[in-house]
């Protein structure tokens, strides 16, 4: 079985200011690792994902993301905080169990204000 | 290219009555997946077509709820009758990548029993 916990479901940051937001996953397999961001009124949008290879994920919008195994972390970072970062983030995992079809488990969302 | 849609974007109803929520996938994607988010809680699966046929429906809550993807393209979800448990954001996502790494999520349609 496969768990998702994102640390605190609201985060209110500075326009400018570092983004981090924090995934850790539980799962009995290797992971794949996905960030999701859900803008007001539209679907889940793909930021980013890890599969295999390089552990740094650069995603768009400047979000990158660090697959960290010894911690069972995938935390979600920005440098500089933009307006337009306002949104509700949402950290998933799969696993390669099936050859198709593999359902994404996510964590509960996190909402990020941004201040002017 | 269109991306996945939803319809209807809002519902409410009676406990009791029958919703059928309808999903388009983006065209040319063979995979659509069910997924729903109940008040606040985490988004949650429910069940995975490929084509016309359900790869996997081990997240559909109960015999309550009727998924069907006639022909492989568009998809409904029926829930009947409707209980206030099933109150929640009901998400459709598409994937043409058969291992589904790559899955386009559309708007959602929102649902509420009273």
């Known amino acids: 079985a496969q768990s998702v916990t994102q640390l605190g479901s609201h985060v209110s940051v500075s326009e400018g200011a570092l983004v981090l937001l924090r995934c850790n996953y539980s799962?009995?397999?290797?992971?794949?690792l996905f960030w999701y961001v859900q803008y007001p009124n539209q679907g889940l949008q793909l930021l980013l994902k890890?599969?295999?290879?390089?552990?740094l994920v650069k995603g768009i919008n400047g979000f990158e993301a660090e697959f960290k195994k010894s911690e069972t972390s995938f935390h979600l970072t920005k440098p500089s905080a933009h307006m337009s970062d306002a949104a509700e983030y949402f950290c998933a995992v799969s696993a390669l169990i099936k050859a198709a079809g593999n359902k994404l488990t996510f964590g509960g969302g996190t909402r990020v204000l941004v201040k002017p | 290219e269109a991306g996945v849609t939803q319809f209807p974007s809002h519902s409410v109803i009676e406990k009791g009555q029958t919703v059928t929520l309808r999903c388009d996938p983006i065209?040319?994607?063979?995979?659509l997946y069910w997924y729903r988010r109940v008040m606040g809680k985490e988004i949650k699966f429910l069940l995975h077509f490929v084509k016309e046929s359900k790869q996997d429906e081990s997240g559909m809550p109960n015999n309550r709820f009727l998924a069907e993807r006639t022909g492989g393209t568009y998809s409904t979800l029926k829930v009947q009758p409707a209980e206030l448990e099933d109150s929640g954001v009901y998400f459709c996502?598409?994937?043409?990548?058969?291992?589904?790494?790559?899955?386009?999520f559309g708007p959602g349609t929102r649902l509420t029993v009273t």
């Open positions: 799962s009995s397999v290797p992971p794949y």
């Open positions: 996502a598409s994937s043409q990548d058969l291992r589904g790494w790559e899955q386009y």
């Open positions: 890890y599969t295999t290879g390089a552990t």
């Open positions: 065209s040319g994607h063979d995979n």
